[in-house]
């Protein structure tokens, strides 16, 4: 140092990380968590009551009252405060769920460290965790381990993405000879993908960003339980290969959102091979039934897909994100291999430095493969099996209930851990019975007494809604989901009641 004048700054907040890195956490952690009790204690329910406007305000307020002393510990309050929490019995609407205690330390650990996946020299051991995690959910999906590839991403969106664009690369780079991720599409092919009408949007998003258009994707009929109908499937592939166009990937959803209803995948899986066109089955949902050992057989037929779908913020307790996507075979995965210079040198590579850079389509990417892998190491396929059939449990309870319910009506039986439903008034017409269940679930949330999913189902009319409660709280317990169904029933009854009125 001689010579040169001392530049870091005075008092200069502490890091996270390093060797001191612990104890400049230790007492931040223990404001966070007494600040995430109180708030907790403040909302005393599911969400904060009193709307959007009541919200708004008090996000106002604590903006502008807090300082640099207390800032850490007033905005966890509010956060906490403010939040609908999955954690809540009566917080059941979303595919949201309540993170495990031993994820979220785990994700801690990531943050203070903050490893990046897209070097090896940002993440040496995270490199090689992700790569080993990578190796035991392809071998959960059926795939041969040593054949697939995979890469952990932000959620089933992203996923999708990138299952379709190694579709679309693979089928018209054969097409037009002239590699797509360079040339775009020609203009002389006409690609098709297909999905079932209950497939997720993020399939229309990324046929609209792959430049195919979201026209490009032809929308399969679906039974009840919304599971895709694969004779309607065979008719469109022959319509659309008569046409001349070109079936670039079959979507098959495993666990669709709102039902949980999954494909028939083997027929599927034939139907795309005899018609040459990829397969990808999005299981961001259904991918959790691979834990248990009850509802795994629903997932039958998985292993013959291209690439895969899962997202272990869902039926997996990981805090968000934690996606994961799967080739079955990793040479698909040529068509995202990069090479940046400041990144993945080939001479690096020529030593035995590896690199996950070519598997994402991010840059900067956390390793969120750590949480996950310490939440498989610490409960075992099997804990994690056993919280699934929890949930599972809870909605069938829920159906149960809701069947012998007067005022309530079951759409169908659970398949995974969502039930979807409705608030049958005594006499209303379907606009009326909409408008009820609309406002008795808006009712709930401005009450703060509930957070019930809504929706509307393909095949029905647009406008006809449907409540759905999404369990995913293992903890919950059946008088609990019942509690829930009857603060449902006379939400309905109250709103029923001022529409007479
Ligand atoms: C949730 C979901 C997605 C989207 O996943 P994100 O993790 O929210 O990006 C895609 N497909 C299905 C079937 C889903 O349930």
Known sequence: MTGHAHHAVPDAPPLAGGVSGSDALRPLLGTVLDALAEGARRRNGPLPAGGPARTAADVADSLAACGSTDALAQLTTLLAQGSADPAEPACAAHLHCPPLAVAVAADLAVSALNPSQ?????????????????????????????????????????????????????????????????????????????????????????????????????????????????????????????????????????????????????????????????????????????????????????????????????????????????????????????RAVYLNPADDEEAGYPSLLGLSLRTTRRPDAFKILATLRTLGRSGLGRLVDACHDLARHAAATVADHPALELHTAPVLTTVVFRYRPASAGPDGTDRINGALRRRLLHEGRAVVGRTELPGEGPGRVRLKLTLLNPHTTPAEVDALLHMVAEAGKAEEAMSDG
């Open 118 to 338: 897209d070097s090896w020299d940002q993440a040496p051991a995270a490199t090689e965790l992700e790569t080993a995690l990578v190796r035991e959910l392809a071998a959960l999906v059926g795939y041969d381990p040593a054949q697939a590839a995979g890469v952990v991403t932000s959620g089933g969106t992203e996923s999708n993405l990138m299952g379709l664009m190694l579709a679309r690369d693979r089928e018209l780079t054969r097409e037009s000879g002239r590699p797509t991720e360079l040339t775009g599409v020609p203009g002389h092919l006409t690609p098709r993908l297909f999905a079932s009408a209950a497939a997720h949007f993020s399939v229309q998003r990324a046929a609209a960003v792959l430049g195919l258009g979201e026209a490009a994707v032809v929308s399969v009929p679906v039974d009840a339980d919304l599971r895709m109908d694969p004779d309607a499937l065979e008719q469109r592939l022959k319509h659309s290969v008569a046409e001349g166009e070109i079936p670039v990937a079959v979507v098959a959803t495993a666990g669709t959102t709102d039902t949980g209803g999954i494909d028939p995948l083997p027929r599927i899986a034939d139907l795309a091979a005899e018609y040459g066109a990829w397969l990808h089955v999005d299981a961001a949902y259904g991918g959790g039934a691979l834990l248990s050992d009850r509802l795994a057989p629903l997932l039958d037929g998985l292993a013959r897909a291209d690439s895969v779908s899962l997202d272990w913020h869902k039926l997996g307790w990981q805090p968000a994100p934690a996606g994961v996507f799967l080739v079955r075979r990793a040479e698909t995965y040529a068509p995202l291999a990069r």
